[in-house]
């Protein structure tokens, strides 16, 4: 038995979960493990995050912001059992309905899911966020945008290039201009595969919340690209532009202003996108979100046509080459060759 599996078990014992049966979750991108706690007398279920801090993980930053989401209503997560200097946490179990999954299933749901989903945000952001959270300002963007350079790029050709600075210049420019408001918590990975539906609660309550962990404060029109322009699944162009009316409706937002924000934040969104799903793939050995990134790379290029990107659409057409079957492949190729970059 491991050092972290002894850990694990002497966290479990000392909790309402010692006689639990134990079975693996799906994971995601990070380090984190989930695991289902069972118990065999009554069937109730809960789930057990195993985030090591040895490999970078803090359940910290969890512990606050699904406490701060479920004082306002919404269904994160309740925190049942926790230690937090060893990184395990037993949570409320919200399901396996993800909206990724219901939407396959019944078609008829995708417009009540989204609508849902849509309802929420305005919902959240009628509140005042917690203190204290990092901010998602256009220097901190534009950082985050740069990845593309440094990983899709560098895949892509093996090079750099010379545009890096002008780039990061431009689009830093792109959204001070345009998407400069950090006055809303934005949970940043608030996507189809994120979201779980649990149709016997009530209003925004309907919707499960998964993933938070690095919620900053942000734009309003954030995570509503984060939703609409879901590098996992195809979201209908006309819900898409539903849902951004849906929210300029219910937050009293100006619509002109939120579209162009929109735009430019789907940019800096998707190009940080390209280049995380490369390093997932050339660092971490993750080859199969190479695989999503032609979908990204749509994204992208939608945003850039929008007129308030067009200083920022020149540097990456000329700098960024479209993702080809053998670029595609040429990135896969290099997969867990850069453990170090």
């Not at 118990?39 to 985030?51: I, K």
């Not at 059992?81 to 993800?98: M, Q």
Request: hydrophobic share 45%; proline share 6%; glycine share 6%.
């Amino acid at each position: 038995m491991t050092d972290r599996a002894i850990l694990q078990q002497a966290f479990i014992a000392h909790t309402d979960w010692a006689d639990a049966m134990i079975a693996p979750l799906a994971g995601d991108a990070s380090n984190r493990r989930y695991l289902r706690l069972t118990r065999a007398a009554t069937g109730e279920t809960a789930v057990l995050m195993d985030a090591p801090p040895e490999k970078g993980e803090d359940v910290r930053p969890f512990l606050r912001i699904a406490r701060y989401l479920t004082g306002l209503g919404l269904s994160a997560p309740r925190i049942l059992a926790e230690d937090s200097t060893n990184g395990f946490l037993i949570l409320e179990d919200l399901g396996d309905v993800l909206f990724a999954r219901v939407i396959p299933n019944d078609a008829a749901l995708e417009l009540p899911l989204y609508s849902a989903a849509t309802d929420l945000l305005a919902e959240l952001h009628h509140h005042a966020p917690p203190p204290d959270l990092a901010v998602y300002s256009p220097d901190v963007m534009a950082d985050m945008a740069a990845l593309a350079f440094d990983w899709y790029l560098v895949g892509a050709t093996g090079d750099i290039g010379p545009d890096r600075g002008a780039f990061h210049a431009t689009i830093k420019t792109a959204l001070a201009t345009h998407a400069s408001e950090t006055n809303v918590l934005i949970q940043r990975d608030y996507h189809a595969e994120n979201l779980l539906w649990l149709p016997d609660r009530v209003g925004v309550a309907r919707v499960g919340l998964l993933d938070f962990q690095d919620a900053m404060l942000g734009h309003p029109a954030y995570d509503l690209v984060s939703i609409l322009q879901d590098a996992r699944r195809d979201v209908p162009r006309a819900i898409e532009q539903g849902m951004i009316a849906r929210y300029i409706d219910r937050s009293g937002a100006d619509p002109a202003r939120f579209e162009t924000a929109y735009a430019c934040l789907g940019a800096q969104r998707n190009l940080r996108i390209l280049g995380v799903f490369a390093r997932l793939c050339m660092r971490d050995g993750k080859a199969h979100y190479v695989d999503l990134i032609p979908r990204v790379w749509a994204h992208l290029e939608r945003d850039l046509s929008h007129p308030a990107m067009a200083a920022v659409a020149k540097i990456v057409r000329a700098a960024l080459a479209p993702p080809t079957p053998a670029i595609l492949q040429r990135l896969k190729d290099q997969c867990a060759t850069k453990p170090t970059r």
